[in-house]
């Protein structure tokens, strides 16, 4: 299968540059790119690198595979995520993680920024995610399955660790950080939502709304990864406080929230 030999190829790619095993992944998006600057780096390789991977081409994010340290552990990060919007298939969005999942990464921590449904949330707020909604017009895990990718028919009834989850709330209390808890909803983007389109999430249970960490969540879940996930509220899709935005100004919300998520995700990878 010509995807799967894609796959073990940048798969490959990577463990000639560094060999050891790693555990645990990080994917930095809005919000979290200053966290990259706190890994003590070993590798850093850059995605045009390496055999077939996608290059991003949205302005906030960096486009290079980061291994290292952070918390004392010895983690793979990615500087820089691929979205749908962008015109890439979901097999090209998925294809980090399928490298991963064939390098023997176990625990995958997912971030990114979005908006906030839920009459409780504020700009530049943090929410763990507990549960997701699936609203893109493609399915991740469309198409042949090797065996190497996982079960068929993966189950999807806990995406992200409950276990995980617990631990975070506690780290957010001792940090006396506020956080909220909600479910993500998945959408193809690039535009942001209209008012009734806010109305309708909110309707059928999403707390938050963006336009990534679906699919990728999805692709670790049937290979076998535990995963973490925590977003930046960085704008409002509230009725009464829905409002004209700029990217300048989701990036400016995004700095906000950032120390926060960092502080979770630092103390968070010391226990997991």
Do not use: W
């Not at 956080?179 to 209209?194: F, S």
Request: proline fraction near 5%; charged fraction near 25%.
């Amino acid at each position: 299968m010509e995807y799967l030999n894609q796959v073990i190829e940048a798969r490959n790619f990577i463990e000639d540059k560094f060999p050891e095993s790693i555990e645990t992944a990080l994917i930095l998006g809005t919000g979290l790119g200053k966290m990259g600057d706190e890994i003590e780096v070993i590798k850093e390789i850059d995605y045009d690198d390496i055999p077939h991977f996608p290059i991003s081409t949205v302005e906030s994010h960096h486009g290079k595979l980061v291994i290292g340290r952070l918390a004392g552990k010895l983690l793979l990060a990615m500087k820089g995520r691929f979205h749908y919007y962008e015109g890439y298939s979901m097999r090209e969005v998925t294809f980090p993680i399928r490298v991963m999942g064939l390098m023997g990464v176990k625990k995958l921590l997912v971030s990114n920024a979005c908006g906030g449904l839920s009459p409780k949330h504020e700009v530049g707020d943090v929410m763990l995610i507990r549960d997701q909604i699936d609203l893109f017009p493609e399915n991740a895990l469309r198409g042949k399955n090797p065996p190497e990718f996982g079960p068929r028919f993966p189950d999807m009834s806990e995406p992200f660790s409950l276990d995980f989850l617990a631990k975070a709330k506690e780290i957010a209390v001792d940090l006396g950080i506020k956080i909220h808890e909600g479910v993500y909803a998945g959408v193809q983007g690039p535009n942001l939502e209209t008012k009734a389109e806010y109305k309708y999430l909110r309707i059928i249970g999403a707390d938050a709304v963006g336009m990534s960490t679906v699919p990728e969540v999805m692709v670790a879940n049937q290979m076998g990864m535990n995963v973490f996930g925590i977003s930046a509220i960085t704008d409002l899709g509230v009725m009464g406080k829905v409002k004209k935005l700029t990217l300048a100004e989701v990036l400016a919300a995004a700095e906000i929230a950032s120390p926060k998520m960092i502080s979770i995700i630092r103390e968070l990878i010391k226990v997991i």
